[in-house]
Nanobody, 126 residues
Framework: QSQLVESGGGLVQPGGSLRLSCTAS????????IGWFRQAPGKEREGVSC????????NYAESVKGRFTISRDSAKNTVYLQMNSLKPEDTAVYYC???????????????????WGQGTQVTVSS
């Protein structure tokens, strides 16, 4: 059974940093494209970043470029989202998800993803 588990969320002040983890079981992060999404109250779920299975090319939403970094640790079967310079508008539940693609770039559309984690809350507030 394939499963994704997010961790690392919490409360942080504006300008602070958090690192989210997405640990997979039943699937290899080297064989799937892994994406991070977020959903704020009353808003639709939106793509934040993704990393392709090979050669590990990445993609970012414009709103997080230069602040967030996605990476992968194959030995731990985990994908990370390093979030710096956090803003109140980054407050949301963050989800990781996985899908198989044979394209050269991953996409950040929710309908493309097959497996989803349960989410972790990130709150940016003073």
């Amino acid at each position: 059974q394939s499963q994704l588990v997010e961790s690392g969320g919490g409360l942080v002040q504006p300008g602070g940093s958090l690192r989210l983890s997405c640990t997979a079981s039943g699937l290899s992060v080297d064989s799937y494209a892994i994406g991070w999404f977020r959903q704020a109250p009353g808003k639709e779920r939106e793509g934040v970043s993704c990393i392709h299975r090979s050669p590990g090319t990445t993609n970012y939403a414009e709103s997080v470029k230069g602040r967030f970094t996605i990476s992968r640790d194959s030995a731990k079967n985990t994908v990370y989202l390093q979030m710096n310079s956090l803003k109140p508008e980054d407050t949301a539940v963050y989800y990781c998800a996985a899908y198989v693609t044979f394209r050269t770039m991953c996409v950040m559309t929710t309908i493309s993803y097959r497996y989803w984690g349960q989410g972790t809350q990130v709150t940016v507030s003073s």
